[in-house]
T-cell receptor, first 112, second 108 residues
């Protein structure tokens, strides 16, 4: 079934560790996005990609990095996790043009 | 810059009562507005968009450019409408900006 998948769903990790949050979609969408959401707050765009080998920073500054080597895959990496990175990370994708976003289930990250 | 404001964090309504979620936006160009919804234990999903001009699950929203608003309305709330609702705006940069969201609780 065409969908967008995020793993892991929950992650608790110690300070200083390197982590990668996975996001894959099987809908053939060109555009992919990462949003960060703190509890009770709005979603903030931190990265987006309009196609393979294209990545841009979003509206909210983030120490994370992303890559887009394949259309379906858009992983997010934190080289050295800190407690300030504790948040929920939502991945989304959309087709060309002004299509709406399709969201994954999110990854809830806790850095201790 | 584009900005979306949802002034009320929590809205409690009785079943069968009307519900209105306010959304105001700030954008100098011609915006595209959306409402997204997140039910308990489900992912965020599109509810409706202003260009569709349709009613979804009994909800409607009209874009008022003069008041820069896109309020979401439903005449008779149902228990299954309890959810988190986010207003979102897509501007010229094709990026989606979200409001802080409204938690709707429908009381049986």
């Amino acid at each position: 079934e065409a969908d967008i998948y995020q793993t892991p769903r929950y992650l608790v990790i110690g300070t200083g560790k390197k982590i990668t949050l996975e996001c894959s979609q099987t809908m053939g969408h060109d555009k992919m996005y990462w949003y960060q959401q703190d509890p009770g707050m709005e979603l903030h765009l931190i990265h987006y990609s309009y196609g393979v080998n294209s990545t841009e920073k979003g509206d909210l500054s983030s120490e994370s990095t992303v890559s887009r080597i394949r259309t379906e895959h858009f992983p997010l990496t934190l080289e050295s996790a800190r407690p300030s990175h504790t948040s929920q990370y939502l991945c989304a994708s959309s087709a060309r043009g002004n299509s709406p976003l399709h969201f994954g289930n999110g990854t809830r990250l806790t850095v201790t | 810059a584009q900005r979306v404001t949802q002034p009320e964090k929590l809205l409690s309504v009785f079943k069968g009562a009307p519900v209105e979620l306010k959304c105001n936006y700030s954008y100098s160009g011609s915006p595209e507005l959306f409402w997204y919804v997140q039910y308990s234990r489900q992912r965020l999903q599109l509810l409706l968009r202003h260009i569709s001009r349709e009613s979804i699950k009994g909800f409607t929203a009209d874009l008022n450019k003069g008041e820069t608003s896109f309020h979401l309305k439903k005449p008779f709330a149902q228990e299954e409408d309890s959810a988190m609702y986010y207003c979102a705006l897509r501007g010229g940069n094709n990026r989606l900006a979200f409001g802080k969201g409204n938690q709707v609780v429908v009381i049986p």
